[in-house]
C-alpha cells in the first residue's frame, strides 16, 4: 500500500499564478483533509472532506479551493497565489466510524513558496 | 476558545527519560493524540488517549487527565532518532471531530 501520496514536492509559485496540489490514498479512507504548517505552529486545516461529493471549511479555508470526486483523491486549488499562502502542506486521511474518527495518515507534504 | 499549550523546546541525553507536557483548553474532547514528525517529514502517529490514565507502548508512554486538561508523553531511553517535533492534538467534540494541533515541541537528543 502506498498511504497518502501528495505532489508535488516542491513548488515556486508567482503571485498571482494557480496551482493545484494534488492528493490520492488507497486506504479507501473516507474523511479526507488539507492542512497548513508554518513555521513554529500547529497544523491549520483548510478543508476536509467526509466521503465522496461532499466537502466543508476548516479553519483556514479562504484562498483554496477543493473537490472529492472519488473516495481516493482529494485535490487542492489555489486560484491567486499570494505570499501569505507560503507553507507546507500535508494531505491526511483517517476512516471515521459511527462517529469515531481514527488516526489521521499524512502524506509527505508539499513545500510551495510564493513570491 | 481553543488553545493547547506545548513547550517549544526540550533538550535530552541519550538514554535518558524526557516528559513532554501538554495543556488544553477546548470547547469540547473527544481524545488527545500524539504525533511524532521529523524535520521535513510528514507527522506519523504516535499514541491516542480518550480516558484518564497512562498508555505504554514500548518506550514511549502517554498520560491523560481530562479534568486538568493535561497530557504529557514519556520517552524513555532516548536514543538519537527521537530528535524530531512533538505535535500534541486534541479531538473536538462538535460536528465532525476535528483535530486541533499544538504547535509542537522540538526534541533535541543529545549524546
Known amino acids: 500500500n502506498a498511504g497518502v501520496t501528495q505532489t508535488p514536492k516542491f513548488r515556486i509559485l508567482k503571485i498571482g499564478q494557480s496551482m493545484t496540489l494534488q492528493c490520492t490514498q488507497d486506504?479507501?479512507?473516507?474523511?479526507m483533509y488539507w492542512y497548513r504548517q508554518d513555521p513554529g505552529m500547529g497544523l491549520k486545516l483548510i478543508y476536509y472532506s467526509v466521503g465522496a461529493g461532499i466537502t466543508d471549511k476548516g479553519e483556514v479555508p479562504n484562498g483554496y479551493n477543493v473537490s472529492r470526486s472519488t473516495t481516493e483523491d482529494f485535490p487542492l486549488r489555489l486560484e491567486l497565489a499570494a505570499p501569505s499562502q507560503t507553507s507546507v502542506y500535508f494531505c491526511?486521511?483517517?476512516?471515521?466510524?459511527?462517529?469515531?474518527?481514527?488516526?489521521?495518515?499524512f502524506g509527505s507534504g508539499t513545500q510551495l513558496s510564493v513570491l | 476558545g481553543q488553545n493547547i499549550d506545548q513547550p517549544t523546546e526540550m533538550t535530552a541525553t541519550e538514554g535518558a527519560i524526557v516528559q513532554i507536557n501538554c495543556t488544553y483548553q477546548?470547547?469540547?474532547?473527544?481524545?488527545l493524540f500524539w504525533y511524532q514528525q521529523h524535520a521535513g517529514e510528514a507527522p506519523t502517529f504516535l499514541s491516542y488517549n480518550v480516558l484518564d490514565g497512562l498508555e505504554e507502548k514500548g518506550r514511549f508512554s502517554s498520560f491523560l487527565s481530562r479534568s486538568k486538561g493535561y497530557s504529557y508523553l514519556l520517552l524513555k531511553e532516548l536514543q538519537m532518532k527521537d530528535s524530531a517535533s512533538y505535535l500534541c492534538?486534541?479531538?473536538?467534540?462538535?460536528?465532525?471531530?476535528?483535530?486541533?494541533f499544538g504547535a509542537g515541541t522540538r526534541l533535541a537528543v543529545h549524546p
Open positions: 486506504m479507501n479512507h473516507n474523511y
Open positions: 492534538a486534541v479531538r473536538d467534540a462538535g460536528g465532525y471531530n476535528k483535530l486541533i
Open positions: 491526511a486521511s483517517s476512516y471515521n466510524q459511527g462517529g469515531v474518527q481514527e488516526k489521521l495518515f
Open positions: 477546548t470547547s469540547g474532547f473527544n481524545g
